[in-house]
């Protein structure tokens, strides 16, 4: 069975400091890897993660996938109480599908 | 504005009844999914359309119906049959191109008095 397992399942910091964030999978017919961020309400669009070692950067975001070891890993620099969500891992597969983790509820404090 | 609308915010429904939760895109994607989600989870996939007259089972089907006549609509039926239906449920849609990166709805809060 399909399955993405992110840790830890909650975090909590102080700003400025830096998190990593966690994701495993089992999926057959790997395509790729997703983060989201979703505060209230509906997730938004983080990265898309296809091929091993190769780093995705957006501000103070970053993302690397490993598809041998089966794992992705985001790091998040010099926190902001705005960074305060939960940060979700999902996988698509050859048959059109996406499969969720649980996610990582991330609090910052200030 | 292109985007996903979903309506209502909120939904009250006594036991037994079904009730119809709306998906509206207007950024010509050609899949759309629905997703159900409780506290402490992640998204678990109801159903999923990737034409028009088309949809599968996703993981967790039983109990909802789905229906895909326009390209730019697909309505969520939680059907009485759900044992357990409060949750929050969110639509997607993605191109076909790019089907991975899924843009989210704002969701609708659905709960069962």
């Known amino acids: 069975e399909d399955k993405v397992v992110q840790s830890p399942l909650s975090l909590v910091v102080h700003e400025g400091d830096t998190v990593t964030l966690n994701c495993s999978y089992e999926v057959t017919n790997f395509r790729s890897l997703l983060w989201y961020k979703q505060e209230k309400k509906a997730p938004t669009f983080l990265f898309m993660l296809t091929s091993s070692g190769i780093e995705k950067k957006s501000g103070r975001l970053s993302s690397i996938l490993d598809k041998k070891e089966l794992f992705s890993i985001l790091n998040i620099t010099a926190t902001q109480t705005g960074d305060s969500a939960v940060y979700l891992c999902?996988?698509?597969?050859?048959?059109?599908?996406?499969?969720f983790g649980k996610g990582t509820r991330l609090h910052i404090l200030p | 504005d292109g985007g996903i609308t979903q309506s209502p915010k909120y939904l009250f429904r006594k036991e037994g009844q079904n009730v119809t939760l709306s998906c509206e895109q207007n950024?010509?994607?050609?899949?759309m999914y629905w997703y159900r989600q409780d506290p402490g989870q992640g998204l678990r996939l109801i159903y999923y359309s990737q034409i028009v007259n088309d949809f599968q089972k996703g993981d967790i089907a039983e109990g909802y119906s789905v229906s895909r006549e326009k390209k730019e609509s697909f309505p969520l039926t939680v059907t009485s049959a759900q044992k357990n239906p409060t949750a929050f449920y969110l639509c997607?849609?993605?191109?076909?191109?790019?089907?991975?990166?899924?843009?989210f709805g704002p969701g609708t809060r659905l709960t069962v008095l």
């Open positions: 999902a996988v698509g597969n050859q048959g059109d599908k996406i499969i």
């Open positions: 997607a849609s993605t191109t076909a191109v790019s089907t991975d990166t899924q843009y």
């Open positions: 950024l010509n994607h050609d899949a």
